[in-house]
């Protein structure tokens, strides 16, 4: 395997780490957001009112963007072991 290939493979890994990982993260910093900011305004000082909101966020993200998480993880794997029979092969 040519180390361009590794280059694209390690390429295509943090493209799909980012697609994997943005969603759940950015709707968990929103409500973190949003409720912090909610805090600040009523001057609310209680620490696990985040905790509930933000298990709500990552749980509506994970069921919304499910199905498009599993597809680009499925993808790169079947890309995986395709490169990983092509060089076993040769």
Do not use: W
Not at 69 to 74: G, I, P, Y
């Amino acid at each position: 395997m040519a180390q361009a290939d590794v280059a694209a493979l390690l390429r295509q890994a943090m493209v799909v780490m980012l697609e994997l990982g943005g969603p759940p993260l950015l709707a968990a910093l929103a409500a973190g957001l949003l409720i912090s900011l909610l805090q600040a305004i009523t001057q609310i000082s209680e620490s696990t009112l985040v905790f509930v909101p933000k298990v709500l966020a990552l749980c509506g993200v994970l069921v919304l963007m499910g199905p498009f998480m599993f597809a680009v993880l499925s993808n790169y794997t079947h890309l995986l072991f395709d490169r990983l029979i092509v060089v076993g092969g040769s």
